[in-house]
C-alpha cells in the first residue's frame, strides 16, 4: 500500500464523520432552500413589499451554492470510501466503484448537481417540479447509506422514520439561513409579520417530523433503557436531545416574538435575527452530531461491554484534585530510560546520549508518571475553575478587575509548556527542535502557543469593550466550534468500556461549550434584558 494511502486509512474514521456532517449540511440547506421557495416566497411574494425582491435572488444563490456543495462532498465522500476499500481489502478501482455504496452516492451527485444547474432559473413551473424530483431521488438515495437500509429485519418503519426526520431537519434548520436573509431582506413591519408566521408553521411541522422520526428510530436503534447510558450510541442520543431542547427554546421565544409582533407592530424585531443567527449555529452541531451518531453501531446490536451505573458514577465522582504535589521528575519512565539508554551507551561510547522523541520507541507507563500526568491535569483544572470564577465575578459592580481573567490562560501556557512534555526541553534531555520530531509535542507547542495567543486576544478584547468590534465574536465562535468538534470525533468501533468513560465526560463538556459559545454571542449581540440573561 502507498504511503499516502496508509496515511488516508489512519485519518478514514474522522475524515469520513467529518465530511458525513458536511454532507448533512449541505443536503439540508438545498432541501431546506427548495422547501422555502416552494411552502414560503412563491406563496408570500405578490403580498410583500416590492423592495423585498432581493430575498429571492439572494435565496437562490445560497440554493444554487448548497447544491453544488452536495454534489462535490458527496463525490469527494465516495473517493474517500472507495479508497478505504482498496487499501483495505485488496480489491480494485473498478469493483470498489461499483458497489451499492458507490452507485448510491453517484446518482446523490448527479441529483445535486442537476438541483444546482436547474436553480439558475426556477421561475418556470416545469424547472420547480424538476427541483423536487430531483431533490427527492437524492434523498431516496441518501436512505441507503443509513443504519435504516441496512437492517435485516423489518426495514420500512424505520425508512419511513428516517425520511420524516431528515425532511424534517431540513426544512427547519436547513430553511433558517433563507429565514435569516428574508428577515434581513424584508422593509415593512407587515413582510416581517408574513415571513415570521409563515416559517413559525414550518418549523413547527418539522420539529414534530424530527420528534416523530427520531423518537421511533431510537427506540429501535438503542432497544433498552440501560443501553442510553451504556452504550455509546446512547450517549450521543442523549447528546442530540439536549442540543433539541436549546434549540426548541430559542425556536419557542421566536414564535412567542412572532405571535406579539402580530398583536403590536412595534415589537423590536432584531431578537428574532439574533436568535435565529444562534439556531444555526446550534443546528450545525446537531448535523455534524447527526453524522456523528450514523458512524456509530446502534446500541441494540452491542449487549456486551455495556457500562453500568456504577462505573459510570464511579468515574463521575467529583473529587478534590488531590495531587496538587508533583512526583520528581527523575523517577518517571523517561528519566530512568534515559539512565538505562546513557549506561548502555557509556559502554559502548559514541552512541547516542538521549531518547529523541518521534524514533518511534512506545514507552510503558509507571505509576510516577500516571501521578505526574495527573497532577497536571488537576492544576489545568485549577486555572479553568479560576478563570470562570473571575469571568462571573466580573459581572459585579465591584468585580471590574476581574475582567482580566483571560491573562490567566498565559499562566496555563506557561505551565503547560514546562509540564506537558516531561521529555523535552526544558525538563527533559531532548532539545527543543529535536523534541518537535514527535508529533504529539509538537501538537502540545501548537496548543500552548494558541492558547498564549487566544488569552492575549480575548484580554484585548475585554479592555477595548464595546469597542471591540466584531473580533468579540471570536472568542465565542471558536468556544462553539470546539464544542461541536468534540461532539465530532470519530468513536471506536467496538463498545471499550474506556473509550465510553471519556466519552462520557466529553459529551457534557462539549453541550457546555456550545451553550457559553453561543450565549455570550447573544450577551455580544443583543442588549436590555435578554443580553444580560445570556451573560
Ligand atoms: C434539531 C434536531 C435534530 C436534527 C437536525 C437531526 C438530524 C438528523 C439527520 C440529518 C440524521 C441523518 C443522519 C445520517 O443519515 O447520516 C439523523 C439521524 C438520526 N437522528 Fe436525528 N436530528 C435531530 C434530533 C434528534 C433527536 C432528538 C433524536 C432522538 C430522539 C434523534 C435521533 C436520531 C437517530 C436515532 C438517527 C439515526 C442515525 C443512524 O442512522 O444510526 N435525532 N438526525
Not at 486555572?383 to 478587575?401: Q, S, Y
Request: hydrophobic share 55%; glycine share 8%.
Amino acid at each position: 500500500m502507498s504511503p499516502p494511502l496508509y496515511l488516508l486509512l489512519d485519518i478514514f474514521g474522522y475524515l469520513s464523520v467529518v465530511l458525513r456532517g458536511l454532507i448533512l449540511i449541505a443536503q439540508s440547506f438545498t432541501l431546506g432552500g427548495i422547501a422555502f421557495q416552494l411552502l414560503l416566497w412563491r406563496p408570500l411574494q405578490a403580498q410583500l413589499s416590492a423592495g423585498s425582491v432581493v430575498i429571492g435572488k439572494r435565496c437562490q444563490r445560497l440554493l444554487r451554492l448548497s447544491a453544488f456543495g452536495w454534489g462535490l462532498l458527496t463525490i469527494g465522500a465516495l473517493a474517500l470510501n472507495a479508497a478505504a476499500l482498496v487499501g483495505t481489502l485488496q480489491v480494485s478501482w473498478s469493483e470498489a466503484a461499483s458497489a451499492d455504496f458507490a452507485r448510491a452516492d453517484l446518482v446523490i451527485a448527479a441529483c445535486a448537481l442537476g438541483v444546482a444547474f436547474l436553480t439558475r432559473d426556477a421561475s418556470s413551473k416545469a424547472r420547480l417540479v424538476a427541483l423536487l424530483v430531483l431533490s427527492l431521488l437524492a434523498l431516496a438515495m441518501q436512505l441507503k447509506l443509513t443504519h435504516a437500509a441496512s437492517r435485516l429485519d423489518v426495514r420500512w418503519p424505520l425508512l419511513l422514520s428516517d425520511t420524516a426526520h431528515m425532511l424534517g431537519a431540513a426544512v427547519w434548520i436547513g430553511g433558517l439561513p433563507y429565514f435569516l436573509i428574508a428577515l434581513n431582506g424584508c422593509q415593512t413591519v407587515g413582510d416581517w409579520r408574513l415571513v415570521g408566521r409563515r416559517y413559525s408553521l414550518m418549523s413547527m411541522a418539522s420539529v414534530a417530523a424530527i420528534i416523530f422520526g427520531g423518537t421511533a428510530m431510537a427506540i429501535k436503534y438503542i432497544g433498552s433503557a440501560d443501553a442510553i447510558y451504556g452504550t455509546a450510541y446512547g450517549v450521543m442520543t442523549s447528546a442530540k436531545v439536549g442540543l433539541l431542547l436549546m434549540l426548541l427554546a430559542l425556536g419557542g421565544s421566536n414564535y412567542l416574538l412572532v405571535e406579539e409582533l402580530r398583536r403590536d407592530p412595534r415589537t423590536p424585531i432584531l431578537r428574532l435575527k439574533r436568535f435565529a443567527e444562534v439556531e444555526i449555529g446550534i443546528g450545525l452541531t446537531v448535523l455534524f452530531a447527526a453524522a456523528s451518531l450514523t458512524s456509530l453501531p446502534p446500541g441494540v446490536d452491542l449487549p456486551g461491554d455495556r457500562l453500568n451505573w456504577q462505573e459510570i458514577a464511579e468515574r463521575a465522582t467529583p473529587q478534590w484534585p488531590v495531587r496538587l504535589t508533583s512526583p520528581d521528575h527523575d523517577r518517571l519512565t523517561i528519566s530512568q530510560l534515559q539512565g538505562k539508554i546513557a549506561a548502555t551507551e557509556e559502554q559502548r561510547t559514541r552512541a547516542p546520549l538521549a531518547y529523541v522523541p518521534g524514533e518511534g520507541t512506545i514507552l510503558p507507563r509507571n505509576a510516577e508518571d500516571i501521578a505526574w500526568s495527573e497532577y497536571n491535569h488537576h492544576w489545568a483544572g485549577v486555572f479553568v475553575t479560576l478563570i470562570g470564577l473571575l469571568a462571573l465575578i466580573e459581572h459585579f459592580r465591584w468585580g471590574r478587575w476581574a475582567r482580566h481573567w483571560p491573562l490567566l490562560f498565559l499562566g496555563m501556557a506557561a505551565f503547560l509548556f514546562f509540564r506537558a512534555d516531561e521529555q523535552a526541553w526544558p525538563l527533559g534531555p531532548a532539545g527543543f527542535f529535536a523534541s518537535l520530531r514527535d508529533p504529539e509535542v509538537a501538537q502540545h507547542r501548537i496548543f500552548v502557543l494558541l492558547i498564549a495567543v487566544f488569552g492575549l486576544f480575548e484580554w484585548r478584547v475585554r479592555m477595548r469593550g464595546n469597542n471591540a468590534g466584531a473580533a468579540a465574536l471570536v472568542f465565542p465562535l471558536t468556544t462553539a466550534l470546539g464544542g461541536a468538534l468534540l461532539l465530532t470525533h470519530s468513536h471506536a468501533i467496538a463498545n471499550i468500556k474506556d473509550q465510553l468513560l471519556i466519552e462520557m465526560s466529553h459529551t457534557p463538556l462539549a453541550l457546555c461549550g456550545i451553550a457559553a459559545g453561543w450565549a455570550r454571542w447573544l450577551e455580544l449581540r443583543l442588549d436590555g434584558r435578554v443580553g444580560q440573561m445570556a451573560s
